[in-house]
RNA sequence: GUGGGUAUGGCGUAGUUGGUUAACGCGUCAGUUUGUGGCACUGAAGACCGUGGGUUCGAAUCCCACUAUCCACC
């Protein structure tokens, strides 16, 4: 149940309440694709990152380990300890990025396991039954995440067959919900809205999926290598037709920058690989901006990665230590990028909130945000 | 001491019927990364090819000497 609580121009400042706790929003989703966060951040460590929504994909946990052996376990909460709510990814931009391996019809896409080749078919049905057995607090809907550059006409196809399957999403997750054993029997829907970069398309395909009365709503499709300004674009045309009491995703969004001017477009939780990817390539998010630990400039420098950041790895280790680590391929040395950057996203959403409770959210969009002034 | 082998960017190597800006891996330096098929990807710098002579239009490549180093033998 989410609740508006109130808005600075089109930002929004809410609260969303599910069976596994309060997420206070704008938020920003962790991502543990495979049940973990990449770096080997743990799901205690999680909590003393301030982390409020942990994301796991539905498509690498059908494959390994099988969502059905894990929902002989329990299900995904009990599966990794982490208590607080979890997000689902549908599969469904798998079938954007395993472009190659894939064939899309009506029933759903076929692809062939990026482990072992083996042919696997998914469509919403099985995506829904695959989240059911995770049993995650947020599904997502199985959708088509279009490529960039899309032809109008395509575009147009696809997002009619993505709203088909939502309607098939929804269907097969109320029978999920109400089967006896369901491991969360109170799973949430999200739909996702897509339609490249095409306005009329967008805001069609946003009426038709904001009629179905879902949990949630998503825009997807987006930072797939249009311009950013394309990006802010869409947000502005989609975001009247959002329904306005219902949390709003961006999904796979984006830079801290990304994250500040979407807030300011209208979303409510945000996710992406960012943080922890660029940590295992040597790169630390702070409010100066990014720093590439690799760089020789860090070799004898003894300040923390940023010294206005208060995380447990900026309160005990210096640039210099966590460059060596990362030039010795000592894992730690990732480890402890991975946690100051995880720390920074969820410390910087903290502080979009707080700033909105001020009413002085346009005051740090302009102090900190790069379509303006640009620190981050 | 005798015989034989080897000497190419920081390290390890490729490169001989002599022919344009000497290749590759690692390392170094820098950049990229947006619902994660990723200790990934892109790029850059860096060598007068042990030293000195010689042959030749032309030598990392052939010849001589020297130096260093390795192996075997006395």
């Not at 869409?234 to 037709?241: R, T």
Request: glycine share 8%; aromatic share 8%.
């Amino acid at each position: 149940m989410y609740q508006l609580l109130f808005r600075e121009g089109t930002a929004r400042r809410g609260v969303f309440e599910t069976v596994h706790g309060t997420v206070q929003t704008p938020a920003f989703m962790n991502v543990a694709t495979s049940a973990a966060i990449k770096g080997g951040i743990s799901a205690g460590d999680l909590e003393t990152l301030k982390c409020q929504v942990m994301l796991c994909n539905t498509y690498h946990l059908h494959i390994r380990p099988g969502d059905e052996l894990i929902a002989d376990l329990g299900g995904l909460h009990r599966f990794t300890t982490w208590k607080r709510p979890i997000l689902t990814d549908s599969g469904g931009f798998q079938v954007f990025s395993l472009a190659s391996l894939r064939k899309i019809t009506e029933e759903g896409v076929h692809f062939s396991s990026h482990v072992d080749g083996k042919k696997i078919f998914m469509g919403p049905e099985e995506s829904m039954r695959i989240q059911s057995h995770l049993g995650s607090t947020i599904a997502m809907a199985f959708d088509e995440c279009i490529e960039n550059p899309a032809p109008y006409d395509y575009t147009a196809n696809s997002i009619a067959r993505t709203a088909r399957w939502l309607a098939r999403c929804k269907a097969e997750m109320a029978r999920l919900n109400a089967q006896p054993g369901t491991i969360n029997p109170h799973q949430l829907l999200f739909g996702i809205n897509q339609g490249a970069t095409y306005d009329d398309l967008r805001i069609q395909h946003m009426q038709q999926i904001a009629e179905m009365d879902l949990d949630g709503y998503a825009v997807g499709g987006l930072a797939v290598g249009e311009p950013t300004e394309v990006m802010y674009h869409i947000l502005d045309v989609v975001e009247p037709y959002m329904p306005i009491n219902k949390p709003r995703y961006l999904m796979g969004v984006g830079t801290p920058s990304n994250i500040i001017e979407g807030v300011a477009r209208g979303i409510d939780l945000f996710d992406c690989v960012m943080p922890s990817r660029n940590a295992r390539h040597g790169h630390a998010f702070t409010w100066q901006g990014i720093r590439n630990l690799n760089n020789a400039k860090y070799e004898r420098d003894m300040l923390p990665l940023d010294e206005d950041c208060e995380c447990p790895v900026c309160q005990n280790y210096s640039r210099a230590y966590i460059r060596h680590l990362l030039k010795s391929g000592e894992i730690l040395g990732g480890r402890l990028l991975v946690a100051h950057n995880l720390w920074f996203y969820n410390t910087l959403m903290e502080r979009i909130r707080e700033a909105l409770d001020n009413h002085s959210f346009e005051a740090f969009r302009a102090e900190n945000c790069e379509q303006v002034g640009t620190r981050i």
